[in-house]
């Protein structure tokens, strides 16, 4: 087989990946053909290839990647969203500089996205800096969660507290060289659900 129609597998099977990460199920063999700009014959050959190969199985509603096929190992591709700050408030990024597939097993339902630690003052919830944290997005936590907070167009990581005192919910840093963060209002953008970190070797 020529070298294009070696990319053009690869090419469908990465549509395939695609596809099922946003909807769920795999697309028809008319929309590979569209997504790829050949014929519904041609698209039927490769696709045939990719099954022969075991690449690729059928759905009921069209094919899928056997990444995707089996219960319990549905993959979600999480985008990188930069770095948030574990220190003084500084502006939010929101520059995608890549992506992470992870499975649904790995990460839980619903819409996830990753943003890697800066600083210190979370370590004693075990984040340190340069992990990436798993971050479910959503507006409401309880107190207690270790949110990404907005306040000011400014963005952290910290955990969500309530003082009873003042009747005020605040931000609080994992480290007791830092001081709590009051504000008048606290803008929750995610959940932190886990830590992605590289094991440091022992010398």
């Known amino acids: ?7 053009l597998l690869k090419n469908i099977k990465q549509y395939l990946e695609q596809f099922c990460d946003i909807n769920g199920y795999g697309p028809t063999i008319q929309e590979i053909a569209n997504e790829m700009g ?12 990719l099954e022969q190969s075991g690449q690729v199985s059928r759905s009921r509603k069209g094919y899928i990647s056997n990444a995707l096929a089996q219960p319990g190992s549905v993959m979600h591709s999480v985008p990188i969203l930069g770095a948030v700050p574990c220190g003084p408030l500084t502006e939010a990024e929101e520059c995608i500089e890549g992506y992470v597939r992870l499975p649904e097993s790995f990460s839980g339902q619903g819409k996830f996205f990753i943003l890697k630690a800066s600083g210190n003052s979370m370590i004693g919830a075990g984040i340190e800096d340069g992990d990436l944290v798993l971050i479910r997005q959503q507006e409401n936590a ?4 270790i949110v990404v907070a907005l306040v000011d167009n400014e963005v952290t990581l910290k955990r969500l507290k309530y003082d ?3 009747d005020a919910y605040y931000l609080h840093p994992e480290n007791p060289q830092m001081d709590d963060i009051y504000v008048d209002q606290i803008q929750v953008q995610g959940v932190a659900v886990k830590v992605i970190k590289d094991l440091q070797q022992q010398m």
Not at 142 to 145: I, P, S, T
Request: charge should be neutral.
């Open 1 to 7: 087989m020529r070298s294009k129609d070696e990319d």
């Open 38 to 49: 050949i014929s519904k014959a041609s698209a039927f050959r490769y696709l045939a290839t």
């Open 142 to 145: 309880q107190v207690g969660d």
């Open 164 to 166: 009873t005192e003042k």
